[in-house]
T-cell receptor
Framework: EAQVTQNPRYLITVTGKKLTVTCSQN?????MSWYRQDPGLGLRQIYY???????DKGDVPEGYKVSRKEKRNFPLILESPSPNQTSLYFC??????????????FGPGTRLTVL | EDQVTQSPEALRLQEGESSSLNCSYT??????LFWYRQDPGKGPEFLFT???AGEEKEKERLKATLTKKESFLHITAPKPEDSATYLC???????????FGTGTSLTVIP
């Protein structure tokens, strides 16, 4: 089944404790992206990757890191989480983000709480 | 600054009562405009892509249209299973950045 998977689905942590949220897709997509969703603010793009070893900042990259060493995986790293990073996070992928007709496939989401 | 505004924030319809959702946008060099459906506790699910003014696309009870400044999602004779949050997103001229609206929460009452 074609899908985007994220782990963990739920995470409660404390300020300053480094964490990684994994994202994997099995559709051989070139483009992958991370978003956070907050009430009243909608989905905001954190980072995106056009292909292996090629990443760039989205609208809200502060406090996050990403890496793309393999085509299928795109982990999101919070090196020193803070309470304002409490949010619902989504990973998404598409064949090629540059093509106007390419929809993104979203993962199920990771709900992160930073105390 | 690239921006997407959706209205109304919430909409309650009786089953069979048709209506429209609005998405207005400002973006430098629109590559595409997307509509997604999001059910509670799930990731957004793709519905439509539009990329030129005048374009229309249909799927079951949904029809999306696009002008130079806004898009509409028309819902004809909705059913309770159409209840969800509908998100609009625009793709900028680079093709790599996407801007989402805050969504319209639709409730269809039997």
């Amino acid at each position: 089944e074609a899908q985007v998977t994220q782990n963990p689905r739920y995470l409660i942590t404390v300020t300053g404790k480094k964490l990684t949220v994994t994202c994997s897709q099995n559709m051989n997509h070139e483009y992958m992206s991370w978003y956070r969703q907050d009430p009243g603010l909608g989905l905001r793009q954190i980072y995106y990757s056009m292909n292996v070893e090629v990443t760039d900042k989205g609208d809200v990259p502060e406090g996050y890191k990403v890496s793309r060493k393999e085509k299928r995986n795109f982990p999101l790293i919070l090196e020193s989480p803070s309470p304002n990073q409490t949010s619902l996070y989504f990973c998404a992928s598409s064949f090629d983000g540059g093509r106007p007709s390419n929809e993104q496939f979203f993962g199920p989401g990771t709900r992160l709480t930073v105390l | 600054e690239d921006q997407v505004t959706q209205s109304p924030e919430a909409l309650r319809l009786q089953e069979g009562e048709s209506s429209s959702l609005n998405c207005s946008y400002t973006v430098s060099g629109l590559r595409g405009l997307f509509w997604y459906r999001q059910d509670p506790g799930k990731g957004p699910e793709f519905l439509f892509t539009l990329y030129s003014a005048g374009e229309e696309k249909e799927k079951e009870r949904l029809k999306a249209t696009l002008t130079k400044k806004e898009s509409f999602l028309h819902i004809t004779a909705p059913k309770p299973e159409d209840s969800a949050t509908y998100l609009c997103a625009v793709q900028d001229y680079t093709g790599n950045q996407f801007y989402f609206g805050t969504g319209t929460s639709l409730t269809v009452i039997p």
